[in-house]
Nanobody, 121 residues
Framework: QVQLVESGGGSVQSGGSLRLSCAAS?????MGWFRQAPGKEREGVAC???????RYVESVKGRFTISRDNTKNTLFLQMNSLGPEDTAMYYC??????????????????WGQGTQVTVSS
């Protein structure tokens, strides 16, 4: 079992920045950030594997940066140039034993409770 606890969400104005963190109870090879806005499907935002290979959804490329600290089993998402379209509940996800990053939520077994990000125009 893996427990995931997100933090760092909040409310910001358009153009602002936030940094999300996700503390995991143990090391996991594959980790990712997903988001879900009201009335929309869950979307993979960014993912990273155990050696730092990353993938991003097109809409956040150049604005968001995913990183991890394997010594502390912690995942981060630095979000810059935020816009109202980024408003959503953000979830941390993880999986054990998978070596490649993935933006497909079906490839994750462990999920956090989520942290809300609200961007006002």
């Amino acid at each position: 079992q893996v427990q995931l606890v997100e933090s760092g969400g909040g409310s910001v104005q358009s153009g602002g920045s936030l940094r999300l963190s996700c503390a995991a109870s143990r090391f996991t090879e594959r980790m990712g950030w997903f988001r879900q806005a009201p009335g929309k499907e869950r979307e993979g935002v960014a993912c990273i594997n155990y050696v730092g290979s990353t993938r991003y959804v097109e809409s956040v490329k150049g604005r968001f940066t995913i990183s991890r600290d394997n010594t502390k089993n912690t995942l981060f998402l630095q979000m810059n140039s935020l816009g109202p379209e980024d408003t959503a509940m953000y979830y941390c996800a993880a999986n054990v034993g998978d070596l490649f990053p993935s933006l497909d939520g079906r490839e994750y077994n462990y999920w956090g409770q989520g942290t809300q990000v609200t961007v006002s125009s």
